[in-house]
């Protein structure tokens, strides 16, 4: 079904603002309102970062993955930072999404849509509003959109300005990102441009250039016969992040002259978050009147009761591509928790894109005091993912991951079979840990494995 032939419908009683008269939670407090006013003023007259051309793409692409047609890869750093908005950072992330996405590709024999963890993800949900360390108590750090790491008073202030340098640091990501992409770095005749420089010696990575190779070869066969294939000269990467700060998110809200409605043009895709998908919340009224695709992420204690009233309030029309469900139960947890969900939105006949995020559910801390995810747990969650969606006769479509394309060590496990001492060596991020290059190809052969009807 095509995106475009749905009927648009305004949201009743909605504007860009109408979020505000609801409960926001994880919001910072700041403390000067006019402050804060003149940097939102700002915001609002600065160029978007992304076009509703694109964002109506998207959404086609994803009522695509809803059929089956296409399968979606989705990740990137749990928060990005401004400190890491450099060159090889983004490029290394980039090159991890497209390995993963050409194994997925060629193994599942579909295209795959890529959509990162990047250009706009800022902003932090915490457990709680401040911190407190030797008895001096801060507010809690809420990514660099809002405020700085460091345990000082000014660093922990809430500064509006931090939204202006926030939409300047996803543009420069936004612009290095489609600049490689159009500049061919994304051409598969040169997969080799892909390789990061520090997994040279990797088991998997020699699977995976036996792989690419073997891709390489084909095509040089086919252009032999049909001549240059264009399709094979650059991919499509599309962004998403964590839409949390509503103030933000309201700046970038725009209508534009050939679309209805009004676009977030902040990112193509942002979603909800676990602790703001609170039915009568601000976030819920803020995604319903926006006419961008839309993600939630669903937790455990998610009932089919809550779960059917707010697929109604975020897609009334029931339009194709307009709602993901991501997933995030824990390994321990899924069994139990997803059945029901799919039972409840196949019985409605509900229309959705089923993703599996298997990360947040199984965040742990070891005894040396670091937060990690164990890699076994990872898998496990997303192979349980796939046997669940098969007894229930729905569709797994895509994966949200968090990873980088640095060399870290942050989940356990995995090819190096990673330990609780290996996390000291390379340790690096300041929020969740991230999958590193080895972990995301063996899940992306996983993925491959289990939608193929193996045993993973
Ligand atoms: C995240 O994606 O980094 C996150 C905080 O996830 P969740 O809302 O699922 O806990
Ligand atoms: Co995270």
Partial sequence: MNVASTPFHEAAGWSPDSWQRRTALQQPQYADAAELARATAQLARLPPLVTSWEVLALKQALAEAQEGRRFLLQGGDCAESFAD???PIISNRLKVLLQMSLVLVHGLK?????????????????????ETRDGVTLPSFRGDLVNSPEFTPEARRADPQRLIQAHAHSALTMNFVRALIDGGFADLHHPEYWDLAWVEHSPLAAEYRRMVAGIGDS?????TLAGPIAGFTRVDFFTSHEALLLHYEQALTRQVPRHKGWFNLSTHFPWIGMR???????HVEYFRGIRNPVAVKIGPSV???QLLPLIDALNPDEEPGRLTLITRMGNAKIAQALPPLLEAVRREGRRVLWVADPMHGNT?????????R???????E???AFDIHAAAGTRLGGVHLELTGENVTECMGGARDLSELDLERAYKSTVDPRLNYEQSLELAMLIVRKSAGGQG
């Fill in 219 to 223: 095509l040089r066969f086919m252009e």
């Fill in 110 to 130: 579909k295209p795959v849509l890529r959509v990162g963890r990047f250009a706009g993800q800022y902003a932090k949900p915490r457990s709680a509003d401040t």
């Fill in 303 to 305: 009932t089919p009761d």
């Fill in 85 to 87: 908005c450099t060159s």
């Fill in 364 to 372: 742990e801390s070891t005894s040396n005091g670091f937060k990690t």
């Fill in 374 to 380: 164990r890699f076994d747990n990872i898998r496990g």
């Fill in 382 to 384: 997303l192979d349980q």
């Fill in 276 to 282: 703001t998908a609170a039915l009568d919340g601000a």
